[in-house]
């Protein structure tokens, strides 16, 4: 069974991306083990917003550095575009645990974690949660465009 884990700074706190999330992660449950990694975020002042972001960006490298056998996405709005089935076939030719990273609200630093692979959801900037969403959907389609299902049209 393959693995993947999503890997995030702060918890999803809106009920209904929470019941989304849940939704795609049960109908997944038979085809990838998902987990959810959401590592503690702090609050900030514009003024600390660079050390915060900085910290997160440590904290995220210390859980994939313990995870190098791994293949490694930063959800970046700069990371390479793909369409559903371009994602399906990337997704589906590694045998190794995927794990895909989401920032907090600041970002990434990328003086910290610039040397890992990024995809894009879209060019446009989403709410880290709805993100989630948007990427735990997008799995689900994934393995059903890898098993010939009518669910992309």
């Known amino acids: 069974m393959k693995k993947i884990t999503i890997l995030s700074i702060g918890a999803v706190k809106e009920k209904y991306y929470q019941e989304a999330i849940l939704e ?8 990838i083990k998902l987990d959810f990694i959401e590592l503690p975020s702090k609050g900030f002042s514009e003024k600390d917003a660079l050390i915060i972001k900085k910290q997160e960006s440590q904290r995220i490298l210390d859980f994939l550095n313990k995870n190098k056998n791994s293949q ?4 970046s709005e700069n990371g390479e575009e793909l369409d559903s089935i371009q994602f399906s076939k990337k997704i589906f030719s590694f045998n190794e645990e995927i794990i895909f990273v989401i920032a907090g609200a ?8 610039g040397n890992y692979k990024k995809i894009s959801l879209s060019k446009m900037t989403f709410l880290h949660e709805m993100a989630k969403v948007i990427l735990v959907e997008q799995i689900y389609r994934a393995v059903n465009i890898e098993k010939g299902k009518k669910y992309h049209y």
């Open 106 to 113: 600041l970002g990434f630093d990328f003086d910290v974690l």
């Open 72 to 75: 490694i996405f930063l959800l």
């Open 24 to 31: 795609y992660s049960k109908r997944l449950s038979k085809e």
